[in-house]
T-cell receptor, first 114, second 111 residues
Framework: KAGVTQTPRYLIKTRGQQVTLSCSPI?????VSWYQQTPGQGLQFLFE???????NKGNFPGRFSGRQFSNSRSEMNVSTLELGDSALYLC?????????????FGPGTRLTVL | AQRVTQPEKLLSVFKGAPVELKCNYS??????LFWYVQYSRQRLQLLLR??SRESIKGFTADLNKGETSFHLKKPFAQEEDSAMYYC?????????????FGKGTKLTVNP
């Protein structure tokens, strides 16, 4: 099976702009989770989608949003970018989601905000 | 509130030495426990999970419910074990809780 894919791999934006990141899960996986990874904070959970519904949400401002499509592909959007949003954004898919599910991670999208 | 602590940000050992990466958690209920690993220039991947009780690449992890710890151990470290390790105690309430990873421990195994 093909692994989790994320596009684009690298992005450079300026403050105030918005950005959309895309994630294609492993075929058959219905859960997609998003994480922000930074050297100081490690992996921080953003949100999880399952069958097109947001099931869990982390402690991030409303500028961070996401959605999931009927084919389980997911997008994450960040509006009004700030310098502190520079990070590696990881997407992970799972069969059923939730705490008992193994997460399969994508390579990440490296976002740099100037 | 759910909390997971990996007290060592950095851990350095010599090849052949035993290694222990610590993980302490604070959860209501009984979480499922995972260790994930990220090798250089590779994606984050599952190393092992408690429920499987497997030994992967020589690593094992013992759950200590009394101390609420899930330390990762290997008796003889190898240079290829150098990587970033994340502990992830995750709730088992079936999708109603947030997923939490520790901040990670960077293991360096010196020749």
């Amino acid at each position: 099976k093909a692994g989790v894919t994320q596009t684009p791999r690298y992005l450079i934006k300026t403050r105030g702009q918005q950005v959309t990141l895309s994630c294609s899960p492993i075929s058959g996986h219905r859960s997609v989770s998003w994480y922000q990874q930074t050297p100081g904070q490690g992996l921080q959970f953003l949100f999880e989608y399952f069958s097109e519904t947001q099931r869990n949400k982390g402690n991030f401002p409303g500028r961070f949003s996401g959605r999931q499509f009927s084919n389980s592909r997911s997008e994450m959007n960040v509006s009004t970018l700030e310098l502190g949003d520079s990070a590696l954004y990881l997407c992970a898919s799972g069969l059923a989601g939730g705490g008992t599910d193994t997460q399969y991670f994508g390579p990440g999208t490296r976002l740099t905000v100037l | 509130a759910q909390r997971v602590t990996q007290p060592e940000k950095l851990l350095s050992v010599f090849k052949g030495a035993p290694v222990e990466l610590k993980c302490n958690y604070s959860y209501s209920g009984s979480p499922e426990l995972f260790w994930y690993v990220q090798y250089s220039r590779q994606r984050l991947q599952l190393l092992l999970r408690h429920i499987s009780r497997e030994s992967i690449k020589g690593f094992t992890a013992d759950l200590n419910k009394g101390e609420t710890s899930f330390h990762l151990k290997k008796p003889f470290a190898q240079e290829e074990d150098s990587a970033m390790y994340y502990c992830a105690p995750n709730p088992t309430q079936g999708g109603s809780e947030k997923l939490v990873f520790g901040k990670g421990t960077k293991l360096t195994v010196n020749p």
